[in-house]
């Protein structure tokens, strides 16, 4: 049983489009975590939410915490091809670590 | 310097023999683990360990044994190899002690190819 549901799980748009992604799950996170996995390489951090609502920006992406803490959101704007890579959310806390399903996003020029 | 290194980088072998995969990390964390990504880039938690004690020992086939000869190594001996594990294997490091709120510092990955 998957515990943390992420959508879409694929996603190929134009360089300048905005885009969502989603990490959903029925239990509470104590915290959240957004990773970028590139082809060949291991997943790196790019943001930790651990407070409901909360809304964090890195330059071009915006990462918003639920306010009952089962969900989060990556809003990028204007994708550029660099943005290209496996989005996972990771669920921290608690007895059951997991890494969400992944969206596998590819920005074409 | 690398943070978290893996070796080897490519692995292909025969089915049922007995291989491992090494991780070393140099960040003085804590907590290692081992994932592994599969053909469809699900990223499933295996094994972690704080401080040479396992932590976490999820569904594994009991082929694969996990060993810390030390907080700054964490190594993954499969035997009898069989083709479901070919995979991506991960190994990953973290300050956090128990709860994976912290981050993960993760290597390039080992590609294991079972024929």
């Known amino acids: 049983t998957q515990l943390l549901e992420q959508s879409p799980q694929f996603l190929s748009i134009q360089e300048g489009e905005n885009l969502t992604v989603y990490c959903n799950s029925s239990?509470?996170?104590?915290?959240l975590q957004w990773y970028r996995q590139e082809p060949g390489e291991g997943p790196v951090l790019l943001v930790t939410?651990?407070?409901?609502?909360e809304v964090k920006k890195l330059k071009r992406l915006t990462f918003q915490f639920g306010d009952a803490r089962k969900d989060s959101s990556l809003h990028i704007t204007a994708a550029q091809p660099g943005d290209t890579g496996l989005y996972l959310c990771?669920?921290?806390?608690?007895?059951?670590?997991?890494f969400g399903t992944g969206t596998q996003l590819k920005v074409e020029l | 310097d690398t943070a978290v290194s893996q070796t080897p980088k490519y692995l292909v072998t025969q089915m049922g023999n007995d291989k491992s995969i090494k991780c070393e990390q140099n960040?003085?964390?804590?907590?290692m683990y081992w994932y592994k990504q599969d053909s469809k880039k699900f990223l499933k938690i295996m094994f972690s360990y704080n401080n040479k004690e396992l932590i976490i020992n999820e569904t594994v086939p009991n082929r694969f044994s996990p060993k810390s000869p030390d907080k700054a190594h964490l190594n993954l001996h499969i035997n009898s190899l069989e083709l479901g594990d070919s995979a991506v294997y991960f190994c990953?490091?973290?300050?956090?002690?128990?709860?994976?709120?912290?981050?993960?510092?993760f290597g390039p990955g080992t590609r294991l190819t079972v024929l």
């Open positions: 990771w669920k921290g806390g608690g007895n059951k670590l997991t």
């Open positions: 939410v651990v407070t409901g609502g």
């Open positions: 960040l003085g964390h804590d907590t």
């Open positions: 990953a490091s973290s300050q956090e002690k128990r709860t994976g709120n912290g981050e993960q510092f």
């Open positions: 239990s509470v996170f104590s915290s």
